[in-house]
Structures are given as C-alpha cells and as structure tokens.
C-alpha cells in the first residue's frame, strides 16, 4: 500500500523548519535548499510564508538568516503546513452530488473519505515539529482504536 505523502509546498516547509530546529544560529535559505534539496527559489516563496505566519524570523547583514519564530513543541503540523496555504485532505463540495441516494454505496463512500480526512487533520494537529524531530508520532497521535494503524 501506498503512504499517504503531503503536498510538496507542505513538505517542504517542514523540512525547513526542521533545519531551523536543529540549528544554533541564523541559517541562510540557500544553507537550507542544499541541506534539505529544495529547489531555492521555492524555499524562498515558503520561507515569505513563514516569515509572514511568525513561524520564522530573519536577521539581515552577515551571520544573518532565518530561525524559529516559536519553539518546535508550539508548531504543529497543521499550523505549518496551513501557514503555506496548504489545504490537506480537504474535499471541495462536501454535500451530496445532486441525485445521491441516502444510504446508497456512493453516500458510504463520501462518508469514507470524510472520516479519512478528520483522522488527517487530526495527526497533523496532534504532531508537534518536536515531535518529528525526536521521533515520537506514534506516542504523539491519539486515534480512535478502529482506525488506528498496526505492523
């Protein structure tokens, strides 16, 4: 089976938050786009999102760069990925299609993926960059035991 993955634009913007954890001083986009393989470019159109959800902030002139705006144990996953205007797992027109029949296997399906999108939303507010960082999220995920995922 295949693994669910995120939107580039959001993984991108975790993988460069991730950089900025585990620094000690400003780090420069270009440091980043090499580190993480981002184009640079891109990064730097994340990075104006970042900056402008005070996720990040920047330091001009030399050893200048970018750093956390808050603490890796206040981001989760869901406040990064939507402060790049990421919309994870959203369907568009959530009501029934004109002519769905209560109850029928197409009104089943829609429910599917309806559960399937609480539980996303679900992990991504429940998972901090901490989290990510120490790789704890499966101690970070609380899920209903029917959808709870096994090895």
């Known amino acids: 089976m295949r693994a669910f993955r995120l939107p580039v634009r959001a993984d991108y913007a975790i993988r460069a938050l991730s ?3 585990t620094a000690e001083r400003p780090v420069t986009c270009l440091h980043i786009a090499q580190a993480q393989d981002i184009p640079i470019a891109y990064l730097r159109v994340i990075m104006r999102d970042l900056l402008r959800a ?3 902030r920047s330091t001009r002139g030399r050893g200048g ?3 956390l705006g808050r603490p890796a144990v206040d981001l989760s996953l869901a406040t990064i990925v939507q402060s790049v205007g990421v919309s994870v797992g959203r369907m568009g027109g959530l009501g029934p299609p004109p002519g769905e029949r209560p109850g029928s296997i197409a009104a089943h399906v ?4 309806l559960v399937l999108n609480d539980a996303v939303q679900t992990v991504l507010s429940q998972v901090t960059l901490a989290h990510l960082l120490q790789g704890q999220l499966r101690a970070a995920v609380v899920l209903p035991t ?3 995922h096994t090895e």
């Open 110 to 113: 829609r429910e599917l993926w």
């Open 54 to 56: 005070d996720l990040v």
């Open 146 to 148: 029917a959808i709870q």
């Open 19 to 21: 950089a900025l954890a």
């Open 65 to 67: 760069g970018y750093m």
